[in-house]
């Protein structure tokens, strides 16, 4: 180890292991984006929140039928697909810069962000599936409990 | 705190109290094996005007000469005394132990995130490597100028903040970020790049802003302001990095 300092500057890129320059605009747009996506994702939780729990009967009136209905409309479609996009982005790449901050071994950090990037595409992948291919009318259910514009 | 009693006391005396220095030691050993870093106590007798460097002077020269720490100018000008006093990051020469809780003792330890060497004393030079790695001194292009390189007052006064800065490394060893794998650049190089990058005089500003806009560099604070409360010049540290964030932003739209 040397105790003196070595009087050389500028000091090329630091090299050694572990240290390649990782220089770039990434970490940038991550940090714009984690603001710009907390703007909007302030407008969509809460819209959702009040829609679903205080608008009309409020919490009351959340069943199937309630569900089906908001997902018929093309409206309600790009808001929950929006508000599930942002938040899983917003929420991964923050978990992602906790797991940096706070885990000290490259070993610890590679398989908490597999983990985390693992759960990250089955919650998108499936939930962008059931917003897509949800079925309101599902054949042979009892009517009461479907959505009004369901026939027969 | 058990106040000597020498009553009734001189007009203008300064008063004098017993303290306890609780000291984090640390010796390596001779043959390389690990030694556990352990906790010693010292009681000093210390007047009203003493900092805590003239407690561990008393210490150093009255009572454990192998205790070790760094320090050179005495008065905050250095930079070579920052240590971990009652939890927090100062230099113990601008901290008078008047102003701290004498009824308890007043732990000293190791500023954290560097490699420690022995007791106190920790190794800068990852701290120095990122320093330097900003570029800390005047870039210019062309001919040199036969007279001084002018700058009007408000221009001087865009970057004042952050020409105080005495690298006592108080601000990076306070970054929870730094602690954890010591890769960061850490607030002390930028709050000096910071100094060249809003310098009118200068020109190497954009190469600067490339240095750090590294996956180690600004976008790895997270303005939990330790660095702020941290440095013993009153540097408002955090916003010289969140000045440099916007510069980086502006120039990448
Ligand atoms: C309600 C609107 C929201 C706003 C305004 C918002 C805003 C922000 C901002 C600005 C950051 C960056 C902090 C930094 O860089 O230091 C952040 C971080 C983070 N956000 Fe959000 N967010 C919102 C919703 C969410 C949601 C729904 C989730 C979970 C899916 C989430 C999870 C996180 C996590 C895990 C972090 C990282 C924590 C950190 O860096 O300290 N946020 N948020
Ligand atoms: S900014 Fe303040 S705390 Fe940081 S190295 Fe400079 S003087 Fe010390
Ligand atoms: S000894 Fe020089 S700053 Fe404290």
Known sequence: ??????????????????????????????????????????????????????????VKAID????????????????????????????????RTIINDYAERDGTRLVLKGLLYLAFAVVV??????????????????????????TA | MTAVAEAPAKVGEVPSFEVTLKVLRYLPDESGSPTVAHWDEFRVQAHGTDRVLDALHQVKWQQDGSLTFRRSCAHGVCGSDAMRI????????KTLLKDLDISKPITVEPIKGLPVIKDLVVDMEPFFASYREIMPFLITTGNEPTKERLQSATQRERFDDT???????????????????GQYFGPAAIVNAHRFIFDSRDEGGAQRLEILNDKEGVWRCRTT?????????????TKAIQEVKRAMITRAF
């Open chain 2, 225 to 237: 302001f330790n660095c702020t409360e941290a440095c013993p010049r009153g540097i408002e540290v």
């Open chain 1, 1 to 58: 180890m040397t105790l003196v300092a070595d009087p050389k500057a500028p000091r090329p890129p630091r090299g050694g292991p572990g240290r390649r320059t990782t220089r770039g605009n990434t970490e940038l747009y991550g940090w714009i984006f984690m603001r710009a996506s907390g703007v909007l994702l302030l407008v969509l939780i809460f819209g959702h929140l009040f829609v679903n729990l205080v608008a009309g009967d409020g």
């Open chain 1, 125 to 150: 992948i499936l939930g962008t599936l059931v917003i897509f291919t949800f079925d309101p009318c599902p054949a042979g259910s009892p009517a009461d409990l479907l959505p009004s514009f369901c």
């Open chain 2, 86 to 93: 009652n939890g927090r990051n100062r230099l113990a020469c």
């Open chain 2, 163 to 181: 020409t105080k800065c005495i690298l006592c490394a108080a601000c990076t060893s306070s970054c929870p970020v730094f602690w954890t794998d």
């Open chain 1, 64 to 95: 199937f039928g309630f569900v089906a209905g908001k997902w018929a409309s093309p409206f309600w479609q790009v808001w929950d697909l929006l508000m599930l996009w942002l938040a899983m982005i917003h929420g991964t790449n923050g978990v």
